[in-house]
């Protein structure tokens, strides 16, 4: 779609066209704003298409302030709470929607993602937003004080407005269409940015447990992961390359922000300048015995079943592949695992549970923006007013959604902020 039809001048112009600049665009829409989208992907809303597995994991019944990371954890408080997940549940409600909660409150399509994208597209076309696909930005300059406003190039035109909302995510999947453009735009703009890094990401492991964790790749267990002191119970997922699953996507955003949003409480911030943080020390624990709380299990069994191997008393708890492995690698030697309960020392079967209670494992990395979910940092929320998301210093200039240094947990929470601040904005705008 050109931008033909329009003398290009609009009350808004909203960069992306995802989830956050969706919302946005609807809400400005229905204030009777003139509204457009420009986005520089063929289609409006991919990662909405791709999420939950193709039906969205649209929201969280669980949505509260202290699921979102950031280096003002107040920040997203007010937009969440304006524009609750209740109010979201409404409109999909309203609109015919099937939905389910999966697990942990997590609200997924019964059918397809489309119907949320479709969602918004319904409303933004019933208030007559136009949205430009296949335009790419080319420059973004504002007009002088007083008339202000802001002029957007794009490939087929030059569009104009007093309000400019940037929209267009963060960097994580660039085969998706993700961009850091939010980034450069915001320097452009003399917005600080908190650095940004992948999050909800796969971490890779240091050699020698990569060699434990790779002959154990497909196999998920139950699992409670805690980084820099947040704890997730749920699963683990061995990989070629390290781990992953829901508990370790989850505690890849807190292992992320350790160093990152170290200083948050002391009212300090990292800014997007200052020296990368060496992440390489921090362990990520994992109890690989989530149901078991007796530090005397194994004793126990022993007593009980004294001719049983370990491996077998380990199997009933852990996946069989991964009780076998750990039993050879806890008892310290080739042939050792064969050894009846009878014949190790209760101290030894202490000091497994104990292991495996607190195994620590020093990921080497993460498997980067190419596989995370979201990005960790972004626009330095003390830039911005958290009720309208416009930016302190520049009149008239919006950031919401995931280029904001917000971000939610796994399990709908990155929607539901994305939501809430496009709402915020398009109320204001
Ligand atoms: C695989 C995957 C699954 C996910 N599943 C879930 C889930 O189930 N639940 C959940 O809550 N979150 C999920 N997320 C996270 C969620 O998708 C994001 O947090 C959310 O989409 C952020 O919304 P946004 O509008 O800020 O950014 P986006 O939805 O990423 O939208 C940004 C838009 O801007 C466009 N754009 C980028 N650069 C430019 C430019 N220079 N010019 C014009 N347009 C541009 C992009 O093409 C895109 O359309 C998932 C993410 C991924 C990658």
């Known amino acids: 779609m050109g931008v033909q039809g329009s003398s290009g001048r609009y009350d808004v112009l909203v960069l992306g066209g995802g989830a956050a600049g969706l919302m946005c665009a609807r809400v400005a829409g229905q204030r009777g704003r003139r509204v457009a989208v420009v986005e520089h992907m063929p289609e409006v809303g991919k990662k909405i298409l791709i999420s939950g597995g193709g039906r969205c994991n649209f929201t969280n019944l669980e949505v509260a302030p202290d699921r979102f990371l950031s280096a003002n954890p107040h920040f997203a408080k007010s937009a969440l709470k304006r524009y609750t997940q209740w109010d979201f549940i409404s409109l999909v409600s309203d609109y015919g929607i099937a939905w389910h909660e999966k697990t942990l409150g997590q609200l997924f399509c019964d059918q397809s993602a489309q119907q949320i994208v479709d969602l918004l597209l319904r409303d933004c076309a019933e208030v007559g937003v136009e949205i430009l696909t296949s335009a790419p930005v080319r420059d973004v300059t504002r007009a002088p004080e007083p008339n202000g406003g802001f002029a957007v190039r794009t490939e087929s035109g030059t569009l104009r407005a007093p309000s400019l909302v940037v929209a267009t995510g963060g960097p994580s999947i660039p085969k998706l269409g993700a961009t850091a453009f939010a980034y450069d735009l915001a320097r452009d703009f003399g917005l600080p940015l908190i650095e940004p890094r992948p999050a909800l990401v796969p971490l890779t492991l240091q050699p020698a447990d990569k060699a434990l964790a790779a002959p154990l790749s497909g196999l998920a267990v139950d699992s409670a992961v805690t980084a820099n002191g947040t704890t997730f119970r ?15 996507l989850q505690a890849s955003s807190y292992w992320q922000a350790a160093d990152l949003h170290a200083g948050a409480h002391a009212g300090g911030r990292k800014r997007a300048a200052a020296a990368p943080a060496d992440l390489r020390g921090l362990p990520v624990r ?73 195994w620590q494992l020093v990921p080497a990395g993460t498997e980067g923006f190419a596989k995370a979910e979201v990005t960790v940092g972004g626009v330095d929320t003390a830039a911005l007013d958290s009720r309208t998301m416009q930016a302190r210093d520049v009149p008239g200039l919006y950031v919401i959604g995931e280029a904001v240094d917000v971000t939610g947990w796994l399990g709908g929470y990155n929607f539901q902020w994305a939501w809430s601040s496009g709402w915020a904005a398009g109320q204001a705008v």
């Open 286 to 358: 994992f109890d690989l015995l989530p149901e078991v709380s007796d530090p005397d299990w194994l004793v126990a069994a022993k007593a009980a079943r004294p001719r049983q191997q370990l491996q077998t008393v380990l199997g009933e708890v852990l996946p069989q592949r991964l009780a076998q492995r750990l039993a050879a690698q806890l008892a310290d030697g080739a042939g050792a695992d064969d050894r009846p309960l009878a014949e190790w020392p209760d101290r030894a079967l202490r000091r497994i549970v104990q292991q495996l209670k607190d």
């Open 234 to 248: 749920e699963a683990t997922l061995f990989t070629h390359r390290g781990v992953s699953g829901p508990a370790v």
